[in-house]
């Protein structure tokens, strides 16, 4: 079985030596941004699941912008983790972004400035969770960037009550692997893979986490991400 980061590596490697990618460079050691990523959005927002969701969180990597700005078009609220997850969720609502904004409202550089950073008491329930990734195999498994982030977003999400709901992750078809993907306790798996191709039922036979595995998390990861040390606060008075 090949390690999460000798896959990691190929798979960017393979994006990089067909051109299949696209600012920011460079692909490596990040959610690569991929050629096709409007296309895979627009599977997205043809699911049911999408179309029934009110609230909506999407990562804010370059790849799943084209799925944040049309998530305000479509006149749901958007949540978006803040990068490394320094700061929680910044929530924006469609009604506080000027018709034509949208993909402005949902870019990184520019989320603050049309939305508000929520504590973790005033987080509403999510119906929909949109992550970025690098490798996807056809069963759900799947590898981010190595840092970790989707899978503790999710666990916090469900540490704080929101009820399981589906996953959706988008890549280039590229990035669909047939390797054993190495697969930890606390790793988040996917429910649908959109590409430019289409969309990919897993039926994942890997359960998702429900809540956060506090043995993984050490006092310095505590001290990077204050959201970690506001949830065990929070749920160690209970």
């Known amino acids: 079985m090949n390690s999460k980061d000798q896959i990691r590596h190929?798979?960017?490697?393979?994006?990089?030596?067909?051109?299949?990618?696209r600012f920011p460079f460079p692909l490596h050691n990040r959610i690569p941004n991929f050629k096709g990523a409007e296309q895979a959005a627009k599977y997205i927002?043809?699911?049911?699941?999408?179309?029934?969701?009110?609230?909506?969180?999407?990562?804010?990597?370059?790849?799943?912008?084209?799925?944040?700005a049309q998530v305000l078009r479509d006149g749901k609220v958007l949540l978006?983790?803040?990068p490394r997850l320094k700061n929680g969720f910044v929530q924006i609502k469609p009604e506080w972004v000027p018709k034509g904004e949208e993909r402005k409202a949902a870019s990184l550089k520019h989320m603050n400035?049309?939305?508000?950073?929520?504590?973790?008491?005033e987080m509403p329930q999510i119906d929909l969770i949109?992550?970025?990734?690098?490798?996807?195999?056809?069963?759900g498994?799947?590898?981010?960037?190595?840092?970790?982030?989707?899978?503790?977003?999710?666990?916090?999400?469900?540490?704080?009550?929101?009820?399981?709901?589906?996953?959706?992750?988008?890549?280039?078809?590229?990035?669909?692997?047939?390797?054993d993907l190495p697969r930890d306790a606390y790793d988040l798996t996917v429910d649908w893979i959109a590409t430019e191709e289409g969309l990919i039922e897993t039926h994942t036979p890997y359960e998702k986490p429900t809540g956060i595995l506090?043995?993984?998390?050490?006092?310095?990861?505590?001290k990077k991400m204050p959201v970690l040390q506001e949830v065990w606060d929070m749920t160690h008075k209970r």
Not at 10 to 21: I, M, P, Q, S, T
């Open 141 to 179: 498994r799947r590898i981010g960037k190595g840092e970790g982030y989707a899978d503790r977003e999710y666990a916090i999400i469900r540490e704080l009550g929101n009820r399981p709901v589906p996953v959706i992750t988008s890549v280039h078809s590229t990035q669909v692997v047939d390797d």
């Open 80 to 82: 978006i983790p803040t």
């Open 113 to 121: 400035s049309y939305g508000t950073v929520l504590s973790l008491e």
């Open 130 to 139: 949109v992550v970025g990734s690098v490798a996807m195999h056809r069963d």
């Open 214 to 222: 506090w043995e993984h998390v050490t006092e310095e990861e505590k």
């Open 10 to 21: 190929r798979v960017w490697d393979a994006l990089v030596e067909n051109k299949l990618g």
């Open 45 to 68: 927002v043809e699911m049911d699941v999408y179309k029934q969701a009110n609230v909506v969180k999407v990562n804010p990597d370059a790849p799943q912008l084209p799925l944040r």
